[in-house]
């Protein structure tokens, strides 16, 4: 794992520019700077309205030789630990196969299932460390992984206790999500309502018990599970203290994102089928769009979501990278920027807003994570870019100069 690369002191940013993500809009503060004092942001503003006493207070002055300060990337939908590999599926859609066939010949989820009950917790926990490395590297500096490779209680909570062991380990803020209600395992074939059962009799309980999950997540869709029996798991999970997020409307509307708002969900995920009733209630209750331009790329999908209708109901719509070995194996953020203007239409500003304060929204933790703001947490990226829209625009190139989270410096190419 990445260590700090200097001890916790007082920094100060100077020569500049800042794109503060405060008010729904970039916010840019051109020529300026920023203090940090221990793990929080305490000054922002032009660098000629800094006070004296900041420049003598601080213990190490940084400059960034203009480059762009953003509030580091918030990951809000990811798949991070899994075992085995998919490729051969990959080679498998590039001959026409699509997700549904794959699936029911044993392969998707199933496949990662297997090969994830089969790892042992220190192969995953090596693997998925590694992940979290290049992404941290990347600008991503909160990220929120899921279980769901399991679908049995073993497993299940070995994904879940890895997750724990990287959110102690790593710089980053990682919190879990338990997936259980991810697909039908082999050992309940033909039995969805058994399953269910299990999942809220069986592993919601042993979950809770675990400590390390804080949201429930579940996949509502024709080849997974209904409404109804989404219902079900989510009057548990609610009853447990868990919050609540939905895989909703991906490949057709099953009017899952209506009935996770009704548990007041902190976000829906997917969504290109989306009723216009179903984002009314999205609107109503305050739920996260969280697109996901990396699965509708890999899958070849056709049907996008209704951007235009998530800015007339002013939802938030949040971006991730929903990093899988299946649906969506990317590893860039700036890659997902770029495929959600491209793809979805999303203009610059959209896209990096989804990709921060958005992002924390879609988890709950906008009052500390997101938008570069005194009193926040200083999770900042300092980047080699002209404008904050080259995040969107240059596709593949990675122009990280430094990561800091929480006042530690993770990643400094700036003294190179």
């Given at each position: ?75 809000c ?87 724990g ?39 919601l ?18 080849i ?63 739920v ?25 109901l002013k ?83 990675n ?13 400094n190419?700036?003294?190179?």
């Amino acid at each position: 794992m990445e260590t700090p690369l200097s001890e916790k002191n007082d920094t100060l940013f100077v020569n500049c520019h800042l794109a503060t993500m405060t008010g729904n809009t970039l916010s840019i503060i051109e020529k300026a700077a920023l203090a940090v004092t221990g793990k929080n942001i305490s000054w922002v503003g032009k660098q000629k309205d800094l006070p004296d006493n900041y420049t003598s207070k601080c213990r190490k002055t940084i400059d960034c030789n203009n480059g762009w300060i953003l509030p580091g990337f918030v990951d809000c939908h990811t798949h991070l630990v899994w075992g085995g590999s998919r490729s051969d599926e990959f080679e498998m859609r590039l001959c026409g196969a699509t997700y549904e066939e794959i699936s029911q010949k044993g392969g998707g989820i199933f496949s990662t299932v297997k090969a994830t009950r089969n790892a042992s917790n220190e192969n995953l926990f090596i693997r998925t460390s590694k992940r979290v490395d290049a992404l941290l590297k990347k600008g991503i500096t909160t990220l929120e992984i899921k279980s769901g490779y399991g679908l049995n209680l073993e497993t299940e909570l070995k994904m879940l206790d890895v997750i724990g062991q990287l959110n102690q380990t790593s710089p980053l803020q990682i919190d879990a999500t338990f997936l259980g209600a991810h697909a039908l395992p082999p050992e309940f074939s033909d039995n969805a309502d058994g399953y269910i059962n299990f999942v809220i009799h069986t592993l919601l309980p042993a979950v809770r018990n675990q400590g390390i999950a804080t949201a429930v997540d579940a996949f509502c869709e024709h080849i997974a599970f209904s409404p109804d029996q989404i219902r079900k798991v989510f009057e548990k999970a609610e009853s447990l203290g868990f919050n609540i997020k939905l895989h909703a409307e991906q490949l057709s509307d099953s009017n899952g994102a209506a009935m996770a708002s009704e548990f007041n969900a902190l976000s829906c995920d997917h969504l290109e089928y989306l009723s216009l009733s179903g984002a009314k209630k999205m609107a109503a209750h305050n739920v996260a769009a969280v697109l996901l331009p990396g699965a509708f790329y890999f899958l070849k999908e056709t049907q996008k979501p209704p951007v235009k209708t998530f800015r007339a109901l002013k939802i938030p719509m949040a971006v991730s990278t929903d990093l899988n070995p299946g649906s969506s194996p990317v590893h860039s953020m700036t890659l997902i920027l770029n495929m959600a203007c491209m793809l979805f239409n999303l203009t610059c500003e959209e896209a990096l807003l989804g990709a921060t304060i958005n992002g924390a929204k879609a988890l709950g933790l906008e009052q500390s994570k997101g938008s570069i703001e005194t009193g926040k947490d200083a999770d900042l990226v300092v980047w080699d870019i002209d404008t904050p829209s080259d995040l969107c625009y240059l596709a593949g190139l990675n122009p990280v100069d430094m990561v800091m989270i929480k006042g530690d410096i993770y990643h400094n190419d700036l003294n190179d």
